[in-house]
C-alpha cells in the first residue's frame, strides 16, 4: 500500500524556517539511532538554514518593525 505523502507549501520566511527545523530535528533523531555522519552534515545543514531564515527576519525587523513576536526565537 502507497504512504500518501505530505504536500509541503511554504510561502513566507516563518514556514521555511518551520519547515526545516522540522528536517533537522527528524535528521538528528536518525543520527542519534544510527551515528551516521552523512545524516549529521545533512541535519547541520537543515538548521543552518533555518537559523539563516531567522536572522533574515531579525534584519527585515530592524528595518519595518514587523513582525512584533518571532516566534523561533521565543522557545
Known amino acids: ?21 522540522e528536517i533537522g530535528d527528524s535528521l538528528a533523531t536518525k543520527y542519534e539511532k544510527n551515528g551516521d555522519l552523512k545524516v549529521a552534515a545533512a541535519t547541520l545543514d537543515a538548521y543552518k538554514t533555518a537559523i539563516s531564515g531567522a536572522k533574515a527576519q531579525l534584519i527585515y525587523k530592524k528595518i519595518t518593525g514587523k513582525p512584533g513576536v518571532i516566534p523561533f526565537l521565543e522557545g
Open 1 to 21: 500500500m502507497k504512504k500518501s505523502s505530505k504536500v509541503v507549501k511554504t510561502t513566507t520566511v516563518t514556514d521555511v524556517i518551520a519547515i526545516t527545523r
